[in-house]
């Protein structure tokens, strides 16, 4: 059962141009929706995390947004650069009893080319 | 580099075979967790250990078990190999086992099943 979908598949920009990354999910105990950024040969490392109390986070050129009663969130990149060119995943958890075991539900991934 | 370490990086081996990969999390994390990627299957939880105790457990086979030594090393037993077993099986560390702790990702260690 898949708790998270995410879409596109593939993506191609532009430099300059602003890759939009979407999310669904299912499950409304899932309270903590971090992004993680994996390039070949490397393990997912974490980009950018939003907690459902609020409905946007930006850090630098990376914009998380977050719509609760949709159960969407969106990953959104500014000003891409060749260099963001790599695969993205969403991902949900969930607080289990006020002591989480902070295991992950990825999405299936979305990979980025940026064309200088 | 995120500070874990995953041994080996490549493994090939064959159908029914056992193989073990091992991880080291980041100096001072008490969280390992254990995951699997596949084409088809995409990015799995297997399974958590926090201080030497098991927390959680994901879509984790019954041929495949896992370890959380006194050193906090963490060590992945797959056995009776299938084809299926093939994919990249990664390691992340967190300093606790909140939601919020980030979650270190190791390298990986990629296994191929002849």
């Known amino acids: 059962q898949q708790q998270v979908k995410q879409s596109p598949q593939s993506l191609i920009v532009q430099k300059g141009g602003i890759p939009i990354i979407n999310c669904a999910y299912e499950?409304?105990?899932?309270?903590?929706f971090p992004w993680y950024q994996q390039f070949p040969g490397k393990g997912p490392a974490l980009l950018i995390a939003?907690?459902?109390?609020?409905s946007e986070k930006k850090e630098g050129r990376f914009t998380i947004s977050f719509n609760k009663s949709a159960k969407q969130f969106s990953l959104h990149i500014m000003d891409s650069q060749p260099g963001d060119s790599a695969t993205y995943f969403c991902?949900?958890?969930?607080?289990?009893?006020?002591?989480?075991?902070?295991?992950?539900?990825f999405g299936q991934g979305t990979i980025l080319t940026v064309h200088p | 580099d995120s500070g874990v370490t995953q041994t080996p990086k490549h493994l090939i081996t064959a159908t029914g075979q056992r193989v073990t990969l091992r991880c080291s999390p980041r100096?001072?994390?008490?969280?390992v967790y254990w995951y699997q990627q596949s084409l088809d299957q995409g990015l799995q939880f297997l399974i958590q250990?926090?201080?030497?105790?098991?927390?959680a457990k994901g879509n984790i086979l019954e041929r495949f078990s896992a370890q959380q030594f006194p050193d906090l090393h963490s060590e992945l037993n797959l056995s009776s190999l299938e084809l299926g077993d093939s994919a990249l099986y990664f390691c992340?560390?967190?300093?606790?086992?909140?939601?919020?702790?980030?979650?270190?990702f190791g390298p990986g260690t990629r296994l191929t099943v002849l």
């Open positions: 250990y926090y201080n030497g105790e098991e927390r």
């Open positions: 992340a560390s967190s300093v606790g086992t909140r939601i919020y702790n980030e979650q270190f």
């Open positions: 100096s001072g994390d008490l969280s």
């Open positions: 499950n409304t105990a899932f309270d903590y």
């Open positions: 939003i907690r459902p109390d609020v």
């Open positions: 991902a949900a958890s969930k607080d289990a009893g006020g002591t989480s075991y902070g295991k992950l539900t």
